[in-house]
């Protein structure tokens, strides 16, 4: 069993920054980045779409570098715009490539606790989030562990209809944290003395 990462002091410090006056914190951990394994799926789409953009560029530049002599108004009209138009995609290739690790990034600056009141989720990136959710709002548990008992945890917290009339379900997450079963013990107890 890999041993859980532990809070960085300055994690710890600001999750219990967010803690009401008398509220107490029952448990806290962080997500393991080497755990989020679904963000690299994106790369299935994103490198090849990469490539062809790539290649798009490569065949786009081809009037300006050929060593044959390329008539001028191609070069000046196909040979500008094409190029022009292949970057924007070029850009979005790079940033569903850099996705994944941006996501292992974030996890890594992100403290989860369950506190006697609530879960808090609070991330400290460049600004500071946090979200929470009462227990009184709680609804289904979704879990799913490893062997290695790490895990991620979904909580339903509510739904609504959007502009086409579809029911969407709003789920607070839990991702990739050590010991998940017994957050989910701990959360079904406090759930049941509320």
């Known amino acids: 069993m890999m041993t859980p990462p532990t809070p960085s002091p300055e994690l710890d410090s600001i999750l219990r920054r967010e803690l009401l006056p008398g509220e107490r914190l029952l448990w806290s ?3 393991a980045p080497h755990k989020l394994r679904a963000p690299f799926a994106i790369w299935f789409f994103a490198v090849p779409w990469t490539a ?3 290649f798009w560029e490569a065949m786009a530049l081809l009037p ?3 060593s044959t002599h390329t008539p001028l108004g191609i070069q000046w009209s196909f040979g500008i715009i094409f190029p022009l138009f292949g970057l ?3 850009g979005i290739g790079l940033t569903m490539l850099w996705m994944p690790f941006k996501a292992r990034r974030r996890a890594a600056q ?3 606790g369950l506190t006697d009141r609530r879960i808090v989720r609070v991330t400290a990136g460049t600004k500071r989030e946090s979200a929470s959710v009462l227990f009184g709002q709680m609804g289904p548990i979704d879990v799913t ?3 290695d008992g790490y ?3 979904r909580i339903q917290t509510g739904s609504h209809r959007d502009s086409d009339g579809d029911l969407v379900t709003e789920r607070f997450d839990v991702m990739g944290v050590p010991d998940v079963a017994r957050l989910e013990g701990l959360l079904l ?4 003395e509320g």
């Open 110 to 112: 992100t403290i989860f």
């Open 88 to 90: 924007p995609f070029i």
């Open 52 to 54: 062809f953009a790539l």
């Open 151 to 153: 895990g991620s945890l």
């Open 64 to 66: 300006w570098l050929a």
């Open 29 to 31: 951990a962080r997500p």
């Open 189 to 192: 107890e406090r759930k049941a």
């Open 145 to 147: 562990a490893d062997a």
